[in-house]
């Protein structure tokens, strides 16, 4: 059993009143009452052991690398016109909700796919690169798709969001040239033209031949290195070649684009502090500082507003160490060094399982759509760490009868809210949910 160090306060979290009952707690009692400091749950015996020998995480970033970078080699798209035509298909036959409460129509989902024009697919097909943040769409449309009145933040456009720098095949074009199509190396989908430059051979060398920084915090910035202009912030989990190491920073290489937007490959410095050689040593002490900073961070479904959802907060976590995350969390639950499935245990069968095989900070713990990091135990009690939305109370009948919002990244027991509980209402144990258990590193001999 590990040792709590302290109580770490919560700043207080909103409550949605309008599911039934009124006199909740203004958040749930795990953000109360558990450290939400990752560093309270690290065994000292344990805490500085590398889970991996040098050779095999410089095998596994060599993976990661080559896994990111891989776009630029395509020569042919991977999804045929059939699954890209399948979204347009299958939301015409629900097109959902607008951001004004009104629904979209069918006809709408019809003017979308005529844009698209796939006559011609697929009409583009070369390497680019991000020059902004970029959310990539399911359909070529900023406007959201919400299931219903009280949707949000469930925007179902929304796939996923790229960082500033990531490499992406063009696949094809809208009619009118301002949506593109593009794959990167875990997901396919529509985003702004103006967001993506077009890559050269000696662009996309520069990059290929390494090595490269990695970014440990969100919203560094970045600046020319020449003249010391802003260029744009770096998330969590980016990566950049090195160029050189100086007293106070880095020099790194990036891409912006030209007035023909063509990707131009320039100079440009960090400053020291949230950034390291890639990888970053996969320590249970490393991570644990990597939990530090994606904690509290809010809850964006597909990466809305700039935000993470469950898998999205895993991936970046890992990122730096060159641990390669799919985006899906499903996908993710299937990666590692081995996965054990829990799907028909009985429940404390699951948590004898996870409490004996699973190892703290490296072991993901998946239900069907949520994934976590299982971080540890106090009193018999399985900790995770997981990004999630709300919390919901129900009755016999399957009704909300209350709904906490947590909204962010946090580290809380199996059984969040389950203080709101009462004789006719249950809030779900995500221990009789789980799956699988997916081992993040093979386990030692």
């Not at 344990?46 to 095998?59: G, V």
């Not at 961070?297 to 390669?324: H, K, M, Q, V």
């Not at 993710?332 to 409490?355: H, S």
């Amino acid at each position: 059993m590990l040792k709590i160090r302290g109580i770490v306060p919560l700043v207080v979290l909103a409550l949605i009143a309008g599911c039934g009952w009124s006199d909740a707690a203004e958040t749930i009692r795990d953000l109360r009452t558990l450290p939400q400091d990752a560093r309270a749950y690290l065994s000292p015996a344990s805490e500085a052991q590398p889970a991996a020998t040098a050779e095999d995480q410089e095998r596994l970033d060599a993976r990661y690398n080559e896994q990111f970078l891989s776009p630029w080699r395509q020569t042919q798209p991977r999804h045929g016109v059939d699954e890209v035509d399948r979204s347009f298909k299958r939301y015409r036959k629900a097109p959902g909700y607008a951001e004004n409460g009104r629904p979209h129509t069918p006809e709408w989902i019809d003017e979308l796919r005529t844009l698209a024009r796939f006559e011609t697919y697929p009409n583009a097909g070369y390497p680019g690169m991000t020059i902004r943040p970029a959310d990539v769409r399911v359909l070529p449309t900023k406007r959201p798709r919400f299931g219903g009145l009280n949707g949000y933040p469930f925007d179902l456009f929304q796939q996923t969001a790229l960082p500033v720098n990531t490499p992406v095949y063009v696949v094809h074009a809208t009619r009118d040239k301002d949506w593109l199509l593009v794959e990167t190396a875990w997901v396919v989908g529509w985003i702004p033209a103006e967001d993506v430059a077009r890559m050269s051979e000696a662009g996309i060398r520069a990059w290929e031949r390494g090595p490269y920084v990695t970014i440990l915090r969100d919203a560094v910035p970045v600046y020319g290195a020449a003249d010391g202009m802003f260029l744009f912030h770096a998330p969590l989990g980016a990566m950049f070649p090195l160029a050189k190491a100086r007293d106070d920073g880095w020099e790194v290489l990036v891409t912006v684009a030209n007035e023909k937007r063509e990707a131009v490959t320039r100079l440009a410095f960090v400053a020291s502090g949230p950034v390291a050689r890639k990888p970053l040593p996969l320590t249970p002490r490393n991570i644990a500082g990597q939990i530090n900073e994606l904690i509290r961070e809010p809850y964006g479904w597909g990466g809305l507003n700039g935000s993470r959802d469950c898998s999205a907060t895993l991936r970046d976590l890992f990122a730096p160490f060159g641990i390669w995350l799919p985006r899906n969390s499903s996908e993710q639950a299937r990666q590692g060094g081995g996965v054990i499935n829990l799907k028909r245990l009985r429940p404390e069968v699951r948590k004898e399982q996870i409490l004996s095989r699973g190892i703290p900070f490296l072991t993901l713990l998946w239900e069907p759509g949520h994934i976590m990091l299982y971080v540890g135990s106090v009193q018999d009690e399985i900790l995770v760490f997981h990004n999630f939305w709300s919390v919901k109370a129900r009755d016999r009948k399957g009704r909300v009868q209350q709904k906490v919002i947590v909204g962010q990244a946090a580290i809380t027991t199996l059984h969040p809210g389950e203080e709101l509980e009462g004789e006719t209402v249950r809030t779900s144990n995500r221990l009789h949910a789980l799956w699988a258990m997916t081992m993040m590193v093979p386990p030692a001999p």
